[in-house]
Structures are given as C-alpha cells and as structure tokens.
C-alpha cells in the first residue's frame, strides 16, 4: 500500500521568507500523482499544486513550486516571499494512476510570523 | 458555482444513535468522495462515487456505514449505532474526470462528536 509521510508537524516563517515543506511517499508504481493541498483554520481545503509523476519538470504555480526527486520519492513545496494568508495545514496526497483515492500525510501546520 | 456544500456543519449525538450527513457538488461534477479526517489527521479515504455508481469502499467503512447517491448528484452518508470512535470530521468532495490529474474540490465538512 501506499503511504506518504510528512516529518515536519509543524513549520514557522518570518512573512516574506521562504520556507519549504517536506513530503515522501512509497510506492513500486510507475504511474502516479502528487499533490498539496493547503487547510486553512475552519475553512475547506484547496489545492495548491500538482505534479504528474511521468513530468520531469516541477510544477510551478505563483509563489509555490515543487522540488519532486522520483528516484529518491520525495516531493517538497517551497513557498517564497511568505504571506500571512499562507499560515494553514500543508497536505501533501499521492494517487496511483487510473485510481480515484488520495493518499494524504499527517500534514505540516505552517505558521506566518509577522 | 457555489461550492460543495455539507450539511450539518456540527453535528453531536449520543452514542448508539443513527446520523445522516448530506453533500451537494459542484452541479457538473461527475464524481464525488467521502473522507474522515481525525485531529491532527490527514483525511482518510471512504469511498468514492462517479455518478450513482459506488465504485470503491475503504475497510474504513464497517457495515455501520452506507453511502449513497441516488440521482448522480447528492450524497448521504449515514452512520448506524455511532460510537465514540466515531468523532471526526467528515468531508465531502467532488471532480470532474475531465483529466486523470482533475483535482478534488472540499467541501467545509461536517464535525461529529459522538459522546
């Protein structure tokens, strides 16, 4: 079974600092998903970023990219030029390929320091 | 588009009582999901639904839990003799399966407390 590991529970920044997120997973499959998705206090989650795994570039969206490394399964998210907005629990999710289950990590809850 | 939405928001009952939680997708939204999500938790899958087909169940889900979506759009989760170990946070979500990478959107969730 897959399963995907987050070590940090809890991560600190100063606002606009950078800070990255770590993720790992296991999985003998060549075909699969990785995804952040970000839980504000009360509030419903969303997705921050997506990679295929079959994509060597790292996904890219705004302020948050990706360092994804397949041989070594580790999938991190750097968040530059932090926001207050940005303080939430970090999901990272895996999904094997033609399946509809996410497989979620324990999650990192990121604080903002003004 | 207005959001999956859930409903209740809280819901608190005694343990032994049976608990109904709906979920309304997004309205073009083909496929919907159940999760559980424990304090401090990553959510964890339950089952899974493309149009009124329950395609998939987790062992999560004992024969106390049964989920439906009868006309492809709405879902009720309903949990039978609830016991404490029951208390989470149940969330909803919907996708299109326009792409194998179509992300899931969230609804707010309803919070049990079983007591």
């Known amino acids: 079974a897959q399963t995907v590991t987050q070590s940090q529970p809890e991560m600190s920044v100063q606002e606009a600092e950078t800070v990255t997120l770590s993720c790992t997973y296991d999985?003998?499959?060549?075909?699969?998903?990785l995804f952040w998705y970000k839980q504000p206090p009360s509030r419903q989650m969303i997705l921050v970023i997506r990679?295929?795994?079959?994509?060597?570039q790292n996904a890219t969206e705004n302020r948050f990219s990706v360092n994804f490394q397949k041989a070594a399964k580790s999938f991190s998210l750097k968040i530059s030029d932090s926001q207050l907005g940005d303080a939430a629990m970090y999901f990272c999710?895996?999904?094997?390929?033609?399946?509809?289950?996410?497989?979620f990590g324990q999650g990192t809850r990121l604080t903002i320091n003004p | 588009d207005t959001g999956v939405s859930q409903d209740p928001r809280h819901k608190i009952t005694k343990r032994g009582q049976n608990v109904t939680f709906r979920c309304d997708p997004i309205?073009?939204?083909?496929?919907l999901y159940w999760y559980r999500q424990t304090l401090g938790q990553g959510p964890e899958f339950l089952t899974y639904?493309?149009?009124?087909?329950?395609?998939?169940k987790s062992r999560l889900l004992s024969d106390r839990f049964s989920a439906e979506r009868p006309k492809g759009s709405f879902s009720t989760l309903e949990i039978q003799r609830t016991e404490q170990g029951d208390s989470a946070m149940y969330l909803c979500?919907?996708?299109?399966?326009?792409?194998?990478?179509?992300?899931?959107?969230f609804g707010n969730g309803t919070r049990l407390t079983v007591t």
């Open positions: 979500a919907s996708s299109l399966d326009l792409e194998e990478s179509s992300p899931l959107h």
């Open positions: 999985t003998s499959e060549s075909d699969y998903y």
């Open positions: 990679q295929e795994a079959y994509k060597q």
């Open positions: 999710a895996y999904r094997s390929g033609g399946a509809q289950k996410l497989v």
């Open positions: 309205s073009e939204h083909n496929r």
């Open positions: 639904f493309q149009n009124e087909a329950q395609l998939e």
